[in-house]
């Protein structure tokens, strides 16, 4: 077993900021909203269930009315709950799938939600394009070099998504040089590296033993895959699949329909 702090990981060891059997105890506030999340999660509470008022549950965890409007809030910014004015809070309709029009950046996304961002590095590799590669990484003619990355992304320390990625390095030679130690691959390319086209495909999958063991997830547990290419000119800049999991994560976009 690795030493606490580190975990192992696509034969990696990298010392990562993810909660541990030693971790603290949970907050008060930490424990009344998975309380709530669990009985959404589970059905308990189906949708348009009015959940407990604030009084209620004040009396029922013997806490003050500050940490339960916190507790409510946080639900309604993850749109688990809906607020009704003057009739209560309940349990909001499962939200529907929407496209994802533009390439995120985690770490924004996460510091937009209000939330801590970290990020540890698993494998860094350079080797020749293989026949398991994306047919236009393959080496063709001449040798065509790729960087290897593995990653996994954390908000408020806990695991959010674990990400593999292909950079060419015959369409992208500086990032060679780059620390992907210290800074995301993702939030260097969007800045460095200039794209005229990309394709996602977004679906359902069951966790693998290694995705479980990054995520700390049991394994076959439902996660969203993310896989997404990237182009400029015609040369690919990066493949990458970036595995979240489904209980912390959704893809929301805002979209006006075409003249």
């Known amino acids: 077993?690795?030493?606490?702090?580190?975990?192992?990981?696509?034969?990696?060891?990298?010392?990562?900021?993810?909660?541990?059997?030693?971790?603290?105890?949970?907050?008060?506030?930490?424990?009344?909203?998975?309380?709530?999340?669990?009985?959404?999660?589970?059905?308990?509470?189906?949708?348009?269930?009015?959940?407990?008022?604030?009084?209620?549950?004040?009396?029922?965890?013997?806490?003050?009315?500050?940490?339960?409007?916190?507790?409510?809030?946080?639900?309604?910014?993850?749109?688990?709950?809906?607020?009704?004015?003057?009739?209560?809070?309940?349990?909001?309709?499962?939200?529907?799938?929407?496209?994802?029009?533009?390439?995120?950046?985690?770490?924004?996304?996460?510091?937009?939600?209000g939330e801590s961002y970290s990020y540890t590095l698993l494998r860094r590799r350079c080797r020749p394009a293989t026949a398991k590669d994306p047919a236009d990484l393959q080496a063709q003619g001449q040798p065509r070099e790729v960087l290897d990355l593995s990653c996994l992304h954390l908000a408020n320390g806990r695991p959010l998504a674990l990400e593999d990625r292909l950079i060419s390095l015959s369409s992208v030679p500086e990032a060679a040089e780059t620390d992907f130690a210290a800074t995301p691959p993702g939030s260097w390319l969007l800045r460095h590296v200039p794209w005229t086209e990309a394709e996602h495909r977004i679906c359902a999958v069951g966790a693998s033993a290694r995705a479980a063991e990054a995520l700390r997830v049991p394994k076959g547990t439902a996660c969203l895959s993310l896989e997404r290419r990237t182009w400029r000119g015609g040369e690919t800049v990066t493949v990458v699949r970036q595995l979240f999991r489904g209980d912390a994560y959704d893809l929301v976009a805002r979209f006006s329909p075409q003249g």
């Open 1 to 113: 077993m690795p030493p606490a702090g580190e975990t192992r990981a696509f034969g990696v060891t990298a010392t990562v900021h993810i909660p541990a059997a030693t971790d603290p105890v949970p907050t008060l506030h930490q424990r009344i909203r998975a309380d709530l999340e669990a009985k959404i999660l589970s059905g308990e509470w189906p949708p348009g269930h009015r959940i407990p008022f604030e009084h209620e549950l004040m009396v029922q965890y013997g806490c003050a009315r500050m940490t339960v409007n916190k507790v409510i809030a946080g639900l309604v910014a993850a749109g688990l709950v809906e607020r009704r004015r003057r009739a209560g809070s309940f349990v909001a309709q499962p939200r529907l799938h929407s496209a994802m029009l533009h390439i995120p950046d985690i770490p924004s996304e996460i510091a937009a939600r």
